[in-house]
T-cell receptor, first 114, second 110 residues
């Protein structure tokens, strides 16, 4: 099966600009997660979708971040306006709706805000 | 989610077995033990998970202590491609997301 696809793989934007990251989960996976790793820090949870609904968005850093998952398929994560501290690697993962199952992660989008 | 404790780093010789320990003394009865690894410049990769019994798959084995307060990920023959950060994660009740800690950085020496 195809894996989790994220694009772009890299993005360099200026402070104040807008960037949209996209994640295509594995087909049939209702759970979709966004995570972020800021340089030197641990991988942090951002939010969790079950189909098109936000199940948990407790990890979203602030209201400059907006995640959507229209139709319960692919998801986008928009950062507007981007700040320097938003730089990092953003990972998306998907899983089936079973608690014990593993996640499949994408390769991530490396975002650099200059 | 209950916390886990792992050594910061470990080193292994190529083609030798590697035992990566994880302590989780506050684990609850419904917590699954998950292991993931992250190779350089890649996203985390699922390795194995278990609840009470030892588990084996093509990548590794998971040995779970009888009291479930610790577990060990076993790589039977380390290769250079196994060099990665290994994360031991407890996943609690409900559809809760994985919570990553610092993990163990495994170096494999040729």
């Amino acid at each position: 099966e195809a894996g989790v696809t994220q694009f772009p793989s890299h993005s360099v934007i200026e402070k104040g600009q807008t960037v949209t990251l996209r994640c295509d989960p594995i087909s049939g996976h209702d759970n979709l997660y966004w995570y972020r790793r800021v340089m030197g820090k641990e991988i942090k949870f951002l939010l969790h979708f079950v189909k098109e609904s936000k199940q948990d968005e407790s990890g979203m850093p602030n209201n400059r971040f907006l995640a959507e998952r229209t139709g319960g398929t692919y998801s986008t994560l928009k950062v507007q306006p981007a700040e320097l501290e938003d730089s990092g690697v953003y990972f998306c993962a998907s899983s089936q709706v079973t608690r014990s199952g593993g996640y499949t992660f994408g390769s991530g989008t490396r975002l650099t805000v200059v | 989610d209950a916390k886990t404790t792992q050594p910061n780093s470990m080193e292994s010789n190529e083609e030798e077995p590697v035992h990566l320990p994880c302590n989780h003394s506050t684990i609850s009865g419904t917590d699954y033990i998950h292991w993931y690894r992250q190779l350089p410049s890649q996203g985390p990769e699922y390795v194995i998970h278990g609840l009470t019994s030892n588990v084996n798959n093509r990548m590794a084995s998971l040995a779970i202590a009888e009291d479930r307060k610790s577990s060990t990920l076993i790589l039977h023959r380390a290769t250079l491609r196994d060099a990665a950060v290994y994360y031991c994660i407890l996943r609690g009740a409900g559809n809760t997301p994985l919570v990553f800690g610092k993990g163990t950085r495994l170096s494999v020496i040729a």
